[in-house]
């Protein structure tokens, strides 16, 4: 514990994607109040995936002044506008979730029960069309529009990243240490104290960030904070990670593509495509996966298939005593909708906001494991809410899924919806009133009643209404260039960046 006043030291232990973001954060806003090391191990190396992203990182960039064609450029980045979920509901079935804004909402009741109406009465297209981020991506369009006119994210190289964020650390004082980390020092009264190093060196400080990945070396070993599992709602253990030639345009959105036993995805970057199966192991086994990762995926393999083993769940105290945990160390939900990466900005965020003046207080780790967990439950639900909800019955896994309990919480959205199409948004929670629709509508949940004042329009006024915006949408879309067209001239991936 320190007095205030004097500059921190503050240790990351770890430099994969936590770790360099937690540096750069850190060493852009907090330094004139502490000095960070990084320590990490090349022999060790880092989880190697988590390449897709959602529209927060934008703002992460922005809050750290990243120019966004520069980022786009070293990470060889592509754009996505959502998430294309095939066979989840059916067979065969497809649809996109994408992060924009389907419709237009009135303050009583969202786009959907007007879409309803015009359902029941045989004018309405479907729900995605009148999305402008979902028909772009359909037609493989993108640029960036006036006043944020498209939300959009990245699909990003992981390990380009970490490199270009690590310059950035370094550049604002981040000093980064190679190694193993041997063993773990505490005070007399429980506390982080040091971190030995396989070279002898020992590195002290006064706070802790754990981006030691699955490892958890700090949170979990050393502090003994322990795991909540949660496989009996997330049953995906196991992951294959390859990467492939391109061998087309890429797409501006991420294929999540539903499997006998779990599902796999296909990541379009400007130099190749980053491709994975996710499945449980009680279904599946390694060998098979690999077997039909490999007989699933177009163009030529540019590395060795890479088991990833994981647990879902969370760790129960992501901030404890001394410590926090960033990144795999706290936590894995499940890559399904692309949040880990938004877990560690919000973290990284939460840290610096309730960075302690002086010796660390409870009141500031209850606030930060509150606020972490509540967020953590809410997407949790989120993406239960894929499994859970399908007409699929034709292999164990998904008979398994839908037959499962799920939390009181996603019951009640699920009746709530359709019951009568209304979704409603708590607080600060990620997933906003248009994501769980598009959702709930994907995977086969129709409401059964829409709000009254959208019948108080006549058929007319409601055909006119949706006309009006499935033209905008169209409008827009046919005046953005190719994906590929903006890609080439806003961030061209060159060997040399
Ligand atoms: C299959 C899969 C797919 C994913 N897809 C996505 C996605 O599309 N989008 C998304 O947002 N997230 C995704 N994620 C999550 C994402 O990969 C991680 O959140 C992100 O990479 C951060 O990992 P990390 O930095 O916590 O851990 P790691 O990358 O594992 O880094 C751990 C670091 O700790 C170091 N370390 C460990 N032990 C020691 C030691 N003893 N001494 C010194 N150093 C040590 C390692 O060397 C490394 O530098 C995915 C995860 C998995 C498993």
């Not at 959502?82 to 509901?89: D, L, M, S």
């Not at 950035?168 to 104290?193: F, M």
């Not at 296909?266 to 279904?283: A, D, E, K």
Request: with cysteine; glycine share 8%; hydrophobic share 40%.
């Amino acid at each position: 514990m320190t007095e205030t006043g004097r500059r921190r030291k503050v240790i990351i232990a770890g430099g994969g994607t936590a770790g360099w973001m937690t540096a750069a954060a850190m060493g852009k806003v907090l330094r004139d109040v502490v000095d960070v090391t990084l320590v990490e191990s090349e022999m060790l190396g880092t989880v190697g995936v988590g390449e897709a992203t959602i529209p927060t990182l934008v703002t992460y960039n922005r809050l750290l002044r990243i120019d966004e064609a520069e980022f786009m450029k070293a990470v060889r980045g592509t754009f996505k506008l959502g998430i294309a979920f095939e066979n989840w509901t059916d067979i065969g079935h497809r649809y996109i979730h994408s992060f924009g804004v389907t419709g237009k909402d009135h303050w009583t009741a969202g786009f959907q029960h007007f879409w309803r109406r015009g359902r029941e009465m045989g004018v309405a297209k479907d729900f995605g069309e009148y999305c402008l981020e979902l028909v772009a991506a359909e037609r493989e369009r993108f640029a960036h529009l006036p006043d944020f006119g498209l939300n959009y994210a990245f699909h990003i190289d992981s390990a380009a990243y970490a490199a270009f964020l690590r310059k950035i650390a370094e550049a604002h004082g981040v000093k980064r240490k190679e190694g193993i980390i041997k063993d773990v020092q505490l005070t007399d009264d429980g506390d982080l104290k040091s971190l030995e190093i396989d070279d002898g060196s020992r590195l002290d400080g006064d706070f802790f960030v754990d981006c030691t990945g699955f490892r958890a070396l700090l949170i979990g070993e050393a502090l003994g904070v322990g795991y909540d599992d949660w496989t009996h709602w997330l049953p995906c253990d196991r992951a294959i990670a390859v990467q492939t030639q391109s061998v087309r345009a890429p797409v501006p959105y991420t294929r999540s593509i539903a499997h006998g036993a779990g599902w796999r995805w296909q990541i379009p970057l400007q130099h190749r495509t980053g491709n994975g199966i996710v499945f449980s192991s009680r279904h599946l086994s390694e060998e098979e996966g690999k077997d039909l990762l490999l007989s699933s995926i177009d163009g030529d393999v540019l590395t060795e298939p890479r088991v990833i083993r994981f647990r879902t769940g969370a760790r129960r105290a992501q901030w404890r005593r001394n410590c926090v945990a960033v990144g795999l160390s706290s936590g894995f939900i499940e890559p399904l909708e692309s949040t880990s990466i938004h877990l560690i900005q919000r973290s990284v965020m939460r840290m610096m906001q309730m960075f302690p003046p002086g010796g660390v207080k409870q009141a500031d780790i209850d606030e930060f494991n509150a606020q972490t967990f509540y967020e953590l439950e809410h997407i949790r639900d989120f993406i239960i809410l894929h499994y859970h909800l399908t007409n699929r019955t034709d292999t164990a896994f998904w008979r398994s899924c839908r037959n499962m309990d799920i939390p009181d919480t996603l019951k009640h959205r699920l009746a709530l919806f359709g019951q009568t199409g209304r979704v409603f948004r708590a607080n600060d929670q990620l997933f906003a009133e248009n994501s769980w629709t598009q959702v709930m509508l994907g995977q086969g949940l129709t409401p059964k009643a829409h709000h009254p004042v959208a019948d108080v329009m006549s058929a007319d006024e409601i055909a006119s209404f949706l006309d009006h915006i499935d033209d905008n949408v169209q409008r827009t879309v046919a005046g953005l260039p190719s994906h590929e067209t903006y890609l080439n001239t806003y961030c061209p991936y060159t060997a040399s960046a």
